[in-house]
């Protein structure tokens, strides 16, 4: 099985769907999903003291302009351990530049977490939380040679629901009618 591809389209739509955990919340391992095989791989530890703020993985049956799947970051009370579904909503979007390609962050919470599941939109987090979230993704590469990302902007939930739109459409496009 390979969890990308794998997973019935109905589980996966704008509004809600199902995240695959990378990383766990406070990990340092920067885990990524092989796409041949649809397992997880080691793909560095990060070089800077650093440590990831929240779950962070992806959006299966989707494509982003990176050639990845979509990203997501979860917000959650506890530590989710890496291939694990997580049934989401999203509350925004953090825009990036990752070594001069855009790279978009879903921000979601999950269905099922009472401690979060009642924020709709990225404007209903405590403004310190989500400082500390653009901090470490303007930050967690820094010490590796020639690599440098900045945040450029965050958006709500209704342009996070546009993206992910539109990376389904970019999945059915170039991986179902191919």
Known sequence: MNIWHDISPKRITSEKFYAVIEISKGGKN?????????????????????????????IPRTYA?????????????????PMTLVECKPIGVLNMIDNDSCDEKIIAVP?????????????????????????FFQVYKSLESGKVT??????????AKDIIKKSIDSYIKDFQMA
């Open 30 to 58: 920067k885990y990524e999903l092989d796409k041949e095989t649809g397992m997880l791989k080691l793909d560095r530890v990060l070089f800077t003291s650093t440590h990831y703020p929240a779950n962070y993985g992806f």
């Open 65 to 81: 302009d990176d050639g990845d799947p979509l990203d997501v970051l979860v917000l959650c009370s506890e530590t989710i351990q």
């Open 111 to 135: 269905v099922n977490d009472p401690n979060y599941c009642g924020y709709n939109d990225i404007a209903d987090l405590p403004r310190h939380y989500f400082d500390e979230i653009q901090h």
């Open 150 to 159: 900045s945040v450029t902007e965050t958006n709500g939930v209704e342009m």
